[in-house]
């Protein structure tokens, strides 16, 4: 049984930061991609970027580039998403997912991810 739980959510004031972490089992964690998705209330979940199989390449969304880094230890079976910067729009579940496979084109779409974590909140106040 594949699960894949994140923590490190929480409450967080503007401009500060926090490490979110996603712990993976039941699958064979190399062998995937993992992504960081969002979902702000009221909002879609939203792709926030993805980290390739030994961590050599990283794409972001363009609203989270320069401030966010997603970061792997596949030692760990866990991926890392390192936030930096925090504004109120930052606001939201986070969730990570993972796919055996990546292509660009699909990178940032749900529907191509086949495993989710069930998400930890974080609240940026300003």
């Known amino acids: 049984q594949v699960q894949l739980v994140e923590s490190g959510g929480g409450f967080v004031q503007a401009g500060g930061s926090l490490r979110l972490s996603c712990v993976a089992s039941?699958?064979?964690?190399?062998?995937?991609?993992m992504g960081w998705f969002r979902q702000a209330p009221g909002k879609e979940r939203e792709f926030v970027g993805v980290?390739?199989?030994?961590?050599?390449?990283?794409y972001y969304a363009d609203s989270v580039k320069g401030r966010f880094t997603i970061s792997r230890d596949n030692a760990k079976n866990t991926v890392y998403l390192q936030m930096n910067s925090l504004n109120s729009e930052d606001t939201a579940d986070y969730y990570c997912?993972?796919?055996?496979?990546?292509?660009?084109?699909?990178?940032?779409?749900?529907?191509?991810?086949?495993?989710w974590g069930q998400g930890t909140q974080v609240t940026v106040s300003s």
């Open positions: 997912a993972a796919r055996s496979v990546l292509t660009l084109v699909t990178m940032m779409r749900r529907s191509s991810y086949a495993y």
């Open positions: 039941g699958l064979p964690f190399s062998n995937y991609v």
């Open positions: 980290i390739t199989w030994t961590g050599g390449n990283t």
